[in-house]
Nanobody, 129 residues
């Protein structure tokens, strides 16, 4: 059974930092596509960063490039999102997601919600001005 459990959200002032964690189990995490998405009130869920766990290849949304960094632990079972220089526009519910697939060789992980079958419960990030 695939499980994704996020933690680390909270409230910070603009310019602050937070680190989100996603504990993954029940699927081949070391060769799957994983991603962080976020959803602000009244807006669609959007991809923040995507990673192919086998190679560590990443894609970042333009809005977070240079501020957010994704990382994984050595076992490939925990995904982290380090968020620096936070802005009020970064406010939203942050979700960890995976396609749960064991991809062989090179792979380009997508950045659209429909391509991910498994989601965590989300963790709230609130950035005040």
């Amino acid at each position: 059974q695939v499980q994704l459990v996020e933690s680390g959200g909270g409230s910070v002032q603009a310019g602050g930092s937070l680190r989100l964690s996603c504990a993954a189990s029940g699927f081949p995490a070391n060769s799957a596509c994983m991603a962080w998405f976020r959803q602000a009130p009244g807006k669609e869920r959007e991809a923040v960063v995507v990673i192919f766990m086998r190679t560590g290849g990443t894609w970042y949304a333009d809005s977070v490039k240079g501020r957010f960094t994704i990382a994984q632990d050595n076992a490939g079972t925990t995904l982290y999102l380090q968020m620096n220089s936070l802005k009020p526009d970064d406010t939203g519910m942050y979700y960890c997601a995976t396609d749960g697939q064991a991809h062989r060789g090179a792979w380009s992980c997508p950045a659209h919600t429909t391509m991910y079958d498994y989601w965590g419960q989300g963790t709230q990030v609130t950035v005040s001005a």
